[in-house]
């Protein structure tokens, strides 16, 4: 018997594509706008951030994996059945934020904004 992942993220065909290229597993495509109870009770691993009053439901989940740094709601006691494996983007997205404060700090030292106004 497959496990089945549920991935509760907008993402593009080409990464869904990607992610149906690793056999073995069962598939269900959702985001948090759009996720169910049914679609929570059936994934024995979540990739993405379903709602806690979803996720909260499945007392077998095995894995949980946040697209946040911080999962802190998720690890209230209660939310995730006891032994799911929690795992989170701690990392993930500190390259792109490093880049966006030093364009913003440049944008404000060279007074970027004034010469747009003008």
């Given at each position: 018997?497959?496990?089945?992942?549920?991935?509760?993220?907008?993402?593009?065909?080409?990464?869904?594509?990607?992610?149906?290229?690793?056999?073995?597993?069962?598939?269900?495509?959702?985001?948090?706008?759009?996720?169910?109870?049914?679609?929570?009770?059936w994934a024995d691993a979540v990739l993405g951030n379903l709602p806690v009053p979803l996720i909260r439901q499945n007392d077998h989940l095995e894995w949980f994996q946040s697209n946040a740094a911080g999962p802190n709601n998720?690890?209230?006691?209660?939310?995730?059945?006891?032994?799911?494996?929690?795992?989170?983007?701690?990392?993930?997205?500190?390259?792109?934020i490093s880049e966006c404060m030093l364009a913003m700090w440049l944008s404000l030292l060279k007074e970027l904004p004034t010469y747009r106004d003008n």
């Open positions: 018997m497959s496990k089945h992942i549920l991935v509760c993220l907008p993402i593009s065909a080409e990464q869904r594509a990607r992610i149906e290229a690793v056999q073995g597993f069962a598939y269900r495509f959702t985001t948090p706008d759009t996720a169910t109870a049914e679609d929570a009770l998720y690890l209230e006691p209660g939310v995730l059945p006891e032994g799911c494996i929690v795992t989170n983007a701690t990392g993930a997205y500190g390259l792109a």
